[in-house]
T-cell receptor, first 112, second 116 residues
Framework: DGGITQSPKYLFRKEGQNVTLSCEQN?????MYWYRQDPGQGLRLIYY???????QKGDIAEGYSVSREKKESFPLTVTSAQKNPTAFYLC???????????FGSGTRLTVV | AQSVSQHNHHVILSEAASLELGCNYS??????LFWYVQYPGQHLQLLLK??????LVKGIKGFEAEFIKSKFSFNLRKPSVQWSDTAEYFC??????????????FGDGTTLTVKP
């Protein structure tokens, strides 16, 4: 079945460490996105990519980095510069933005 | 910058009651509009979408939404809710232009609890 796989499901990180969240899709979608979800808040866009080897900052890109070396993969690195990294991270993809998103199951990151 | 406002944070209904969840957006140009749903323990999934044409769009599980351009609104409705509709609902909008077509802005979500 086609879909988006995010791993790991739960992740614990010590303060000062970088951590990379994986997102892989087999839907042949061109566009991929990373959102952050905090309790009681909507989804906020971190980064997005509409084509391989190209990506743009979203509304809250500070302290995060991404790469898009393959169409299927869009990993997100949460760096030590991110001041409040504990959150639920969602990866999504779409054929184009007009068709709506397919979401992964998310990664819950906790900084300890 | 565009924004999306969902006025109801938590709605509690009894089964068979009618549902309307409000969604307003601020963006002056052409938009694509979406409602997503997240059932307990499941992924966020697309419920319905509007791009153009008939402003009344129908989605899965008996849901519909009406785009009222003059009011910048895209309210979600269902005539008779079921216990299985208990979920969190998100409204989203993205510009209807090619350059930013993928950049969706989401509302804060509305938690719907349906009592059996």
């Amino acid at each position: 079945d086609g879909g988006i796989t995010q791993s790991p499901k739960y992740l614990f990180r010590k303060e000062g460490q970088n951590v990379t969240l994986s997102c892989e899709q087999n839907l042949n979608h061109d566009a991929m996105y990373w959102y952050r979800q905090d309790p009681g808040q909507g989804l906020r866009l971190i980064y997005y990519s509409q084509i391989v080897n190209d990506f743009q900052k979203g509304d809250i890109a500070e302290g995060y980095s991404v790469s898009r070396e393959k169409k299927e993969s869009f990993p997100l690195t949460v760096t030590s510069a991110q001041k409040n990294p504990t959150a639920f991270y969602l990866c999504a993809s779409s054929v184009t933005g007009t068709y709506g998103y397919t979401f992964g199951s998310g990664t819950r990151l906790t900084v300890v | 910058a565009q924004s999306v406002s969902q006025h109801n944070h938590h709605v509690i209904l009894s089964e068979a009651a009618s549902l309307e969840l409000g969604c307003n957006y601020s963006y002056g140009g052409t938009v694509n509009l979406f409602w997503y749903v997240q059932y307990p323990g499941q992924h966020l999934q697309l419920l319905l979408k509007y791009f153009s044409g008939d402003p009344l769009v129908k989605g899965i599980k008996g849901f519909e939404a009406e785009f009222i351009k003059s009011k910048f609104s895209f309210n979600l409705r269902k005539p008779s809710v079921q216990w299985s509709d208990t979920a969190e609902y998100f409204c989203a909008v993205n510009p209807g232009t090619n350059t930013n077509a993928g950049k969706s802005t989401f509302g804060d979500g509305t938690t719907l609890t349906v009592k059996p």
